[in-house]
C-alpha cells in the first residue's frame, strides 16, 4: 500500500490529515510517487515546497524575456538574481550528470493538483525574504565573506561528487545550499533553516480542508513535523527586518573616518594628505576594476570601476558595481537569445558567454573588489596618518 512508503508521514492536526511527503529530488521514482498519491488520496489541498516566484517561473517559461537588466541593477536586485542562477545552474548540472528532470516531482504535485481539484498552495517562503533577512544580519566582514563564498562557489569543479549526490537525496538543492551557509555562519541557522520549517509547516496547517497532502524535500521533514504542533506568525516570519542602528553607524561611521583621518593629515602633512588620497584611490580602484576584468568586462567597464570605486566607498548609497554593470550593459547590450537562454544556464562558461550573467558578474565582482579596497585603502590612510603624527 502507498501510505505504508518510508517517505509518507501521517500527521493529525485539530481535525485535519496531513499526509507529509518528503521526495528526494534526485530521484527518479519521486514524481510517480507524488502522481499515485495525489490519485488515489484525491486530498481537498496539494501543498508544494514553492514560493510564487518559483511556481513562475516553472509556469512561465518565457519570464525571462520580459526581464530588463538595467532596471534589476538599479532595483538592487543583480546579486539576487545571480545567486539564483547560481543554485539552479547546480541543480541543472546534478540532473545532467544523473540524467533527471530537476523539481519534477513539484510539477507533477500541480499537474495532480489540478487533475483532481485539489486546492494549491503555494508553501514556501520567498527566498528573497530569506536571503534579505539574513543580509540584515551581517555584519559588514560578514556580508564580504558570503559574497565570496556565493560568486566563488561557480568556479568549484564541475563534477559533483558520490558523496554529494548520497546527501542530496534527502536535501533539496535549496535547503543543500542554505544549510552549507548554515555551517559557515552558525548564528544564521536560525533564519536560513528554522525559519524556513516554521514557515513551511504553518502555510501546510492553513491549508484549506480535511485532507492535505504536502509535497516537501526529505530534509525538511524532520524540521516540519518538530513545529507542526507549534503556533508561527507568517507575517513576522515574512517581515524584513530594519537595519541596526549599529550597522548604520558601522557603514556611514568608516567613509566619514576615512574623510576626517585625511583632512586630519593635511594639517600635519600636505604631502602626507595628497599620498593618502592616492593610496585610497589606487587600492579600491584597482581591486574594483580588477574584479570587473575577472568578469571579462569591456575596458570601459573596467575604467568605470576604477574611477568609480574611490568616490562609492565613500558613499554606502552607492556601490561601483552598479555604475560598471550599468556600462557594461549600455555597450554589449543583451540579445533576445540572451534572456531566452538564462533558463538553460548550467556551467561556468556559460555565466561568461551569456551577456546577462556576465553583467551580473560584473556587478558582483567590481562590488566585492570596492569592499576590499576599502579596507585596504583605509588601512594605508591610517598606517600614513600614524606615521605623520609619530615620525
Known sequence: MLLNSKNIHILKKEGKEILLVGTAHVSKDSAREVKEL??????????????????????????????????IIKQKKALLLLVNLILSSFQKRLARQLGINPGQEMIQAISSAKEVNAHLVLADRDIQVTFTRVWKKLSLWGKMRILFMLIFSMFAKEKISEEEIERLKSEDILTAALSELARSFPRLKSTLIDERDQYLAEKIKLAPGNKVIAIVGAGHVPGIKKEIDKEHDLTALNKIPPTSNYLKVLVWGIPLAIIAIITSTFTYSTPAGFNQITQWFLWNGSLSALGALIAMAHP????????????????????????????????????????EQLGDIVTLKDFFHNRVTKILLVVALANLGSMAGTFIGGAKVIQLFINTINP
Open 38 to 71: 495525489i490519485e488515489q488520496e484525491k486530498p481537498d489541498s496539494v501543498c508544494v515546497e514553492l514560493c510564487s516566484a518559483r511556481y513562475n517561473s516553472i509556469n512561465n517559461r518565457n519570464k525571462w524575456k520580459n526581464m530588463d537588466i538595467i532596471t
Open 300 to 339: 570601459l567597464s573596467i575604467l568605470t570601476a576604477f574611477a568609480a570605486a574611490p568616490f562609492s566607498s565613500l558613499n554606502p548609497l552607492l556601490a561601483a558595481g552598479w555604475f560598471a554593470g550599468i556600462v557594461e550593459a549600455l555597450i554589449r547590450r543583451p540579445r533576445v537569445e540572451d534572456f
